[in-house]
């Protein structure tokens, strides 16, 4: 259980490294792209989140119309979810190189030693990187399509909503994870792997970003600090190799 906490303090740990001198200069872009690209997403939301509520509430029968009172709240919690995974997969990818590099720099500053690599290391991971990316994309679509149809499902959308949150959670630890193990070489099933040893551990610290995202103005930050974050529960837990 321990590792429960142990996760989020791995978030916190990211946020204070972003202080760091050495780290700051890779925060800028990263913050550019998520103010555009935030503004954006929650022009389009407000309309959609309004228009999906009214929609399951319609569709309930009057015998239980009294579950709109748990219906609304639930599906607008979801739907910010959602959207914000949305708004930082589409952030990741487009900071993914700053990303990279800032998972390098703090690795180096927590160990006093970067990931070794050069240009020809570069050229021979570009089609495993390549194909360790569209395995995630297929892993997240295989999940997530059939769980946000069962969100547009009346009652059933309560449990479906609970599914979605523990999955979201531990797609983001895969997502930001990905960063300090790409520098070693080490591409999605083997990430996958290694946090299944740690499931808590890995979810805990998912779930910690998940809710920082929602946090108006922290949210800005919270992707380069999920990098920073990632990487030192990378470096401090041995490259999540010891089981327990």
């Known amino acids: 259980m321990k590792d429960l906490y142990t996760g989020a303090g791995y978030l916190v740990e990211g946020f204070r490294l972003l202080?760091?001198?050495?780290?700051?200069?890779?925060?800028?872009?990263?913050?550019?792209?998520?103010l555009v690209l935030f503004a954006a997403l929650l022009t389009l939301a407000y309309g959609w989140v309004s228009d999906g509520a009214n929609y399951l509430v319609g569709g309930l029968p009057d015998w239980l119309h009294w579950l709109s009172y748990l219906v609304v709240p639930v599906f607008a919690v979801v739907s910010?979810?959602?959207?914000?995974?949305g708004f930082s997969l589409l952030a990741n990818l487009i900071a993914a190189p700053f990303n990279g590099w800032l998972a390098e720099a703090v690795e180096a500053h927590l160990t006093g030693q970067a990931p070794a690599g050069?240009?020809?290391?570069?050229l021979r991971d570009l089609l495993p990187s390549l194909l360790s990316e569209l395995r995630k994309l297929v892993y997240f679509a295989l999940r997530a399509v059939p769980i946000l149809l069962l969100l547009l499902v009346p009652v059933v959308n309560v449990a479906a909503s609970v599914l979605w949150l523990v999955f979201s959670a531990w797609m983001m630890t895969v997502q930001y994870i990905d960063y300090p193990?790409?520098?070693?070489?080490?591409?999605f099933r083997e990430q996958r792997a290694r946090l299944r040893r740690r499931p808590l551990l890995a979810w805990s610290f998912g779930a910690t970003v998940m809710l920082a995202t929602l946090v108006p103005v922290l949210n800005f930050v919270v992707m380069p600090a999920a990098v920073a974050g990632a990487t030192a529960l990378w470096v401090r837990e041995n490259g999540l190799?010891?089981?327990?």
């Not at 050069?118 to 570069?122: F, S």
């Not at 193990?181 to 591409?187: P, W």
């Open 19 to 34: 202080r760091l001198p050495v780290l700051r200069r890779f925060v800028l872009l990263p913050l550019l792209v998520n």
């Open 80 to 85: 910010l979810v959602v959207i914000f995974y």
């Open 181 to 187: 193990m790409a520098n070693h070489r080490l591409f």
């Open 118 to 122: 050069d240009w020809k290391q570069l």
């Open 241 to 244: 190799a010891a089981q327990r």
